[in-house]
C-alpha cells in the first residue's frame, strides 16, 4: 500500500468500500456518473 499522501488536486487511486447498509461502492463508477467528494475521519471515540 502507498502511504505517500495526495497532494491536493490530485484524482484518488480507484478503490471500492462498502456502506453501511451493505452496498458496495467503486469510485470510477460514481466519477463516470459526475463529481465525488470524498471525506476521511478517525473514527468516533478514537485518538487522532
Do not use: C, I, K, W
Amino acid at each position: 500500500m502507498n502511504e505517500t499522501p495526495l497532494r491536493v488536486g490530485t484524482q484518488a487511486p480507484d478503490f471500492t468500500a462498502t456502506a453501511n447498509d451493505g452496498v458496495t461502492y467503486r469510485l470510477s463508477e460514481l466519477l463516470a456518473r459526475g463529481h465525488v467528494a470524498l471525506f476521511f475521519y478517525p473514527g468516533n471515540n478514537t485518538p487522532g
